[in-house]
């Protein structure tokens, strides 16, 4: 642990700090608890209202009480699905909610949702309790989980909303967005500006309509006649979103968006895609011929794991691809994403 001007530590509370994580018995990253703990005593010493500690206290016990749910299921895929608290049971986007839960869970996949009523009952009944993850929010007219996450206890419960929607986001590896209020839109739109800047590694994300329905067209059309027009988006970014009324595309554009890549890492300044598969030669060379236009400098290359991948031990089995990405186009990582999961060596 080091002193900063953001942590204006002494030593001996340094060395305090570090005799108590000893003691502790915490081993593993005790740096960055370390840096925790260092960070509570210099926010003591910036002497803060007592609203802004409460805050920062109520949020790192949400936090952990979140981790802690989801830590038993790191290796399980799971899908967050947004929608509606008030959507009814004999609604259409009801059932279609439910139906899309199933399919994914049917594939082993694990659903999130804001386990409250509407649409997160629905997706959670479609799951069932052993496929059901809930992060909810305490609000007045919302004062408990819904039956089938609270039937298993497998919900956390926040009062932020800012740490409920990273725990929905955090640890999901694609997501449904049913019709909604200013909530689900909130959310859908959260989504969308993290992939669009990079901040978040590239998932698939599905807009979910009932049968014939015309909610997310409307938005479709928004964006190509008011968003891009105002140049205020660029022309390809709502490329990366499927607009359905079908359930069974719907689970096909999560679950295959990760038929052949696995992952992603940056390395300095070159970007590394792990694959479950080696692209052949000529598979190689049409990559490059379709993507030259994304990268800063080069060309895309195979390549076992670079040297810190090995000293992490991190995906070392899988193949890889590396290449130097012009850090301005990050956000159509998803256009390489797609065409890799498209060729021919990729599995079935």
Same mark, same amino acid.
């Given at each position: ?13 340094? !060395? ?11 081993? +593993? $990253? ?18 803060? &209202? ?11 016990? !949400? *936090?952990?009480?979140?981790?802690? @749910? ?11 699905? #947004? ?36 649409? *997160? ?9 052993? $496929? ?7 609000? /007045? ?22 740490? %409920?929607?990273? *725990? ?27 992939? +669009? ?6 998932? /698939?994300? =599905? ?15 928004? =964006?190509? !006649? +008011?968003?891009?027009?105002? &140049? ?10 499927? =607009? ?8 096909? !554009? ?12 940056? =390395? ?22 379709? #993507?030259?236009? @994304? ?27 590396? *290449?130097?990405?012009?850090?301005? %186009?990050?956000?159509?990582? $998803? ?11 990729? /599995?079935?």
């Amino acid at each position: 642990m080091t002193e900063s001007s953001n942590n204006p530590v002494s030593g001996a509370v340094t !060395e305090a700090l570090r005799a108590v994580i000893e003691e502790a018995g915490i081993a +593993q $990253h005790a740096d960055l608890v370390a840096r925790i703990l260092a960070t509570g005593i210099g926010m003591g010493l910036d002497t803060p &209202g007592r609203l802004d500690l409460k805050i920062t206290s109520a949020a790192l016990t !949400e *936090m952990r009480a979140a981790f802690r @749910l989801f830590a038993p299921y790191a290796g399980v895929p799971k899908v967050t699905i #947004f929608g509606s608290a008030r959507t009814l049971p004999d609604d259409a986007l009801y059932r279609q909610a439910s139906d899309v839960a199933a399919a994914l869970a049917a594939n082993g996949w694990m659903v999130v949702t804001g386990a409250g009523p509407g649409i *997160m009952q629905a997706a959670a009944e479609g799951a069932g309790p052993d $496929h059901s993850l809930g992060v909810s929010i305490r609000l /007045p007219f919302e004062e408990r989980p819904n039956a089938i996450v609270e039937a298993n206890a497998r919900n956390v419960a926040m009062k932020y909303f800012f740490t %409920r929607k990273l *725990m929905l986001v955090k640890e999901s590896s694609g997501f449904v967005c049913v019709p909604g209020g200013f909530g689900t839109l909130d959310e859908m739109f959260e989504l969308l500006t993290l992939q +669009q800047t990079g901040k978040a590694e590239p998932t /698939p994300i =599905v807009l979910l309509d009932a049968p014939g329905g015309t909610f997310w067209e409307g938005l479709r059309r928004f =964006v190509d !006649e +008011q968003l891009i027009p105002a &140049g205020v988006i660029s022309p390809g970014d709502f490329d990366r979103v499927l =607009v359905t009324d079908s359930v069974e595309a719907a689970a096909a !554009e999560i679950t295959g968006f990760w038929r052949n890549y696995d992952s992603l890492r940056w =390395v300095g300044g070159r970007l590394v895609l792990r694959l479950r598969a080696e692209p052949t030669d000529g598979e190689l060379e049409a990559l490059n011929r379709e #993507f030259e236009g @994304l990268l800063a400098a080069g060309r895309i290359e195979r390549t076992g794991p670079l040297r810190v991948e090995r000293e992490d031990g991190d995906r070392v089995e899988l193949p890889r691809l590396v *290449m130097r990405l012009n850090q301005f %186009r990050v956000g159509e990582l $998803h256009r390489l994403i797609r065409a890799v999961n498209a060729l021919g060596s990729a /599995p079935a």
